[in-house]
């Protein structure tokens, strides 16, 4: 269990850095090469940041038994941002700031009734075992209803780009580098305030080299600087890396006597939000609540939407029939996901949506009873 959880999570570390490293960048190179719009760059961030979350239901739909694994990964990761993300942001806001920092009510109430729309949605296509392309092809249209409704609902221009951009934090990477102190220095993008930009470089490489050695000389030879080959490539990586989870996952599933799905649901998303975690901390330490909860929702939603949906109708077209499953869990998993998300949304509104210590400690108790509940599950 100790390699198999090692391999685990050192090849997702891989994939963060590979994502936070190279794919980033690349699509902001591809953004400023074809001009896009502020909107138009959303769109491609949210698209291009959620190619590892696709390529695992991609590869999960060519077998019934790991379709459990790529739907858990995918949902599982919004049960951790909903209760652990922003306890820790609660919890961290306080010991930054000795005051609870408030939540935006409109852009919550917009979000979280989306995200608790697809959850339904969702629980209705498990129900009998089989996804049909009428029910995969409604999902997947969900999400350009939605772009249309937050653009409509809009006070500032900038709002659609903070629900869908992930990269006005820094890197997982790039925190490891800096001693504890230090993060009180830090700005939004990650840079150290009253740095120059030609020192940072050289502090930034020290402790990912020693870390990560494999994938940062593997990444550094085969990417090409230019972004179009550069994004086949690191699209090419992002199926190896996940393709590696998946037959870790098989391992884990035949040694343990666990279902895929709850691999996904559980240890998937630990290692998978590992940079959500991060996002949360310095959210609260820069006062960046909004941006980070418009963050961590707007990315749950095109999960669920896109990075489901999609997969399932290019399969169903590729085999011409359904999808079918035979894991009951899931939809028991599906109504204590709706239950957990619920409760965390009534939670908030009970303290006024302020992030005080006391939501963070219940947000947090709310996803140690779900994992306890998984478990028991089994």
Known sequence: MIILSAIFFYVLSGQTYLSNEYLMPCLESLSTKWHLSETGTGILMALGMSIPELTTNILSCFSSSRIGYGFGAIVGSGVFDFTVCFGLMSLFSNYYHKKALRMNLKA?????????????????????????????????????????????????????????????????????????????????????????KNEEPEQEDKQPSK?????????????????????????????????????????????FAVSPAFVGLTIASWGGNIQDILNASLAAKNKKTELATSSIIGSQIMN?????????????????????????TISQSMLAIMTVVLVSFFLMLQQKLRLTYKLGAMLLSIYILYFIYELLQQ
């Open 108 to 196: 919550l109430m917009r979000d979280i009734y989306v995200y608790l729309l697809t959850l339904l949605f969702l629980t209705f296509v498990f129900w009998d075992y089989e996804i049909s392309l009428t029910e995969a092809l409604i999902l997947t249209l969900f999400y350009p209803s939605y772009l249309l409704y937050s653009i409509v609902q809009m006070d500032q221009k900038d709002d659609f780009q903070l629900s869908h951009q992930k990269h006005h934090f820094p890197t997982l990477l790039q925190f490891l580098d800096f001693h504890p102190e230090q993060i009180e220095d830090l700005d939004v993008d990650g840079k150290e305030i009253g740095e120059e």
């Open 211 to 255: 870390i990560l050695l494999p994938f940062t000389l593997l990444f550094k030879f085969t990417i090409p600087k230019h972004p179009e080959f550069a994004f086949i490539i690191i699209s090419f990586y992002c199926f190896l890396t996940v393709n590696v989870t998946m037959t870790v996952v098989d391992e884990f599933v035949e040694q």
């Open 304 to 328: 669920l939407q896109i990075c489901l949906g999609f997969p399932w109708v290019l399969t169903m077209l590729i085999w011409q029939r359904n999808i079918t499953f035979y894991d009951e």
